[in-house]
Structures are given as structure tokens and as C-alpha cells.
């Protein structure tokens, strides 16, 4: 049975020295909350993690880690956030977001609201998740998903190609993700790869993104940035539909710069159902 944690009302963690370490990694893993966290409607405020020294810190975020484990047969159990509001400030270095800083596949987060702003000196920076990474056990062909899930709320890095975004930062797993039903707001400022719904996706998987809409200012200094994703890579194949790009992408200096998606190399991009009323 997976580890469960509850929200049984709004917390204020700026009045608190520290939310339990206990919670938010999990019990058995010293290192990845590998359970269910379900916020049941309420609201975690006034979280302010700032680790911004030379090189930045890594691994910031409400959970440092989430990743599910595998169960007596063999099977991964998803992790999971839930019925979560969020709102505060992270401030530090790579792999670091405003919900989690890295996660292991499958995994799922649902009905979240994250207004919290990130500010990085690295790479891996995301509104909800910072990188999404290697898969933790178990059958990791398991589809990992992000549902109804709201960013508003500025991510920055003066990292060169930092692969930054509103939800996920660098989605660098081999297996597949749904986004669906989000939206973001707010900006996206960096040197590069910036984008709306992914930063970067480097590995050969599958990733569709359905009824998702990006609000938001994407600024970049240099290539690579879109509405949607920034870049894709390694032979991903990449769905978009029945989405619209509705903010502004201002990209100075560099190529490879679109309301959907940015530079594309040896991938399969297929759009359907989309469009660009934003401002490139």
C-alpha cells in the first residue's frame, strides 16, 4: 500500500521553522516521497526556499523528489499529488521547481494550482517540476500524467539553454507523459530553451499535450524557445492538440523560436486542433 499524507486544512509555512521531512520525502526512502500527497482542496502558503549560493543548490522545491516504487509484484505504484494550492518562492540552482525538483517516473499530479516563482542560476527549472527524470522501479512503460494543473507565476534562470518552463523544465525519460487540461501564466525569462508547457525534451517518448493553454511572456536571449516546447530531441515524438498559444514569445539575437514549438531535431511533432493567438 503506498504511503499516504493528507492536507487537513490551510498551513502558513512561513510560520513554521520547516514542513516535515518526514511527509514530503515518504517513509522507507530517505531521499523520494513515493506515496500519495493529497491536498483535499486546501492551501500550502508562504513557502520561501532559498539556497542561491556559488553553483546554486539542487534538488529544491516542496518535494525535493517524488518516484514511485515497486509493489510485491513487481509493479510500480504511481506517485501522486493531488487537490494541492501552492503558493511561495524557490530560489537556487539546477533540477529545481515549484512543486517538485525532480521526478522518477510513473508519476501523476492532478487538480494542483502552483503560483509559486522560481528563480534559478542552473538548468532543469520549472513552475511545477524542475526535471523529470530516470524511472524510479517497476513497469516503467506506465504513462505519467499531469491533469488539470494551473502555473501562474515567474520562472527565471541566467543559466545558458537552462531548459526552463512554466510545468515541467527537462523531460528526460524514455517513457511517456499526458499534459492535460493546464494552463500557465505569468513568464518565462532565460538564455534559451524557454517555453511554456516543457523546456526541453531529450529522450526517444512520447509526449502529448490536450486542452492546454499557455498565457504567459516567454523572454529569451538566444534560440530554442516556444509557446509549447522549447526543444526536442533524440527522436521524441511530441502530440499536440486542441490547445492555443495565447501569451507573448519575445526571443532576441538566436533562431528556432515558435508560438508551438521551438528548434525540432529528429523528432515527430504532430499538431492538431491549435492555434497561435498569441505574439511572436
Known sequence: IPYQAEVLKNINVSLRKKISQQILRGAGDSNTFTGIFDGNGHTISGLNITKNKAGGKTFLGLFSTLGSVANVSG???????????LVGSVNGGKDIGGLA????????????NINVNVTSNNSGVGGVVGRWGTANAGN??????ITNVNYNGAVKSTFDNPNIAGIVGWWDQAYPLEVKNCS????????????????????VTTVSIDNTDVFANINSSKANNGGFV???????????SNSDFLGTLTATGDTNNGGFFGGVSNGIINITNCD????V
Do not use: Q, W
Request: proline share 3%.
Open 230 to 240: 522549447g526543444f526536442v530531441s533524440t527522436g521524441a515524438t511530441v502530440n499536440l
Open 75 to 85: 509493479e510500480a505504484n504511481y506517485a501522486t499529488v493531488r487537490n494541492l494550492t
Open 140 to 145: 516503467t512503460t506506465k504513462l505519467s500524467k
Open 184 to 203: 500557465v501564466s505569468g513568464s518565462v525569462t532565460s538564455p534559451g530553451r524557454a517555453a511554456g508547457v516543457i523546456g526541453l525534451i531529450d529522450s
Open 276 to 279: 497561435n493567438k498569441g505574439s
Open 101 to 112: 525538483a525532480f521526478v522518477r517516473s510513473p508519476a501523476i499530479i492532478e487538480n494542483c
